[in-house]
Each structure stands twice: as structure tokens, then as C-alpha cells.
Nanobody, 122 residues
């Protein structure tokens, strides 16, 4: 089975930056699109970003366009989410996940990490 482990979350001031990492196991990592989702207290999980296996095709939620960048290093079996110009509204638990297709819908993803908390102070 695929195993995904997120890291890099923490507390940051508004306007600051964080880089999240998602380490994946398994020889087929490079063949799958990978996505980032987030969930704030009392809210449903929402799409953040997705990247194709080659890294050449990406998509973002409108709320993070221009601020967040998704990337991957297949040699390290790792997906990243660079988060710049952070806002308090970005506070949430962030999850990485694997999909068989490039999708912004959570139902398309079959493997999920445990999540990493991001808190942005005013």
C-alpha cells in the first residue's frame, strides 16, 4: 500500500511562508498525480492544489493562486507545497493525497496522509 507522511506545518505570522512536504513510499509514486487538501475546524475538507506525475501540469484553488506553489521531486518520492503570503484564513490541517487522475475532487483520491497543522496568526 501507498504510505504518505506530511511534515513542515507550524505557527507563522500573517505574510510569512512555510513549505510543507509529503514523503511517499512505493515504487509507483512517480506515476500518480498528487494533491493537497486542507480542513479548518467546523469546515469540510477543500481542495488546494494538484500536480501531475511529471510536474508539468498543475491546478490551484482560486483562494491560493499566486501565493502557493506545488512541486514534486520524484527522485526523493516527495511532494511539496510552498506557501507564501500566508493569511489567517489559511489556518487548517493540510493533507496530501494520491489520485489516479488530475482532479480537484476529494473523492478521486484513494490514499491520504495523516495531516500537518498550519496556523497563521494575525
Amino acid at each position: 500500500q501507498v504510505q504518505l507522511v506530511e511534515s513542515g506545518g507550524g505557527l507563522v505570522q500573517a505574510g510569512g511562508s512555510l513549505r510543507l512536504s509529503c514523503a511517499a513510499s512505493g515504487p509507483t509514486f512517480r506515476n500518480w498525480p498528487m494533491g493537497w487538501f486542507r480542513q479548518a475546524p467546523g469546515k469540510e475538507r477543500e481542495f488546494v492544489a494538484v500536480i501531475s506525475w511529471s510536474g508539468g501540469n498543475t491546478d490551484y484553488a482560486d483562494s491560493v493562486k499566486g501565493r502557493f506553489t506545488i512541486s514534486r521531486d520524484n527522485a526523493k518520492n516527495t511532494v511539496y507545497l510552498q506557501m507564501n503570503s500566508l493569511k489567517p484564513e489559511d489556518t487548517a490541517n493540510y493533507y496530501c493525497a494520491r489520485s489516479s487522475i488530475l482532479s480537484k475532487w476529494s473523492g478521486s483520491y484513494d490514499y491520504w496522509g495523516q495531516g500537518t497543522q498550519v496556523t497563521v496568526s494575525s
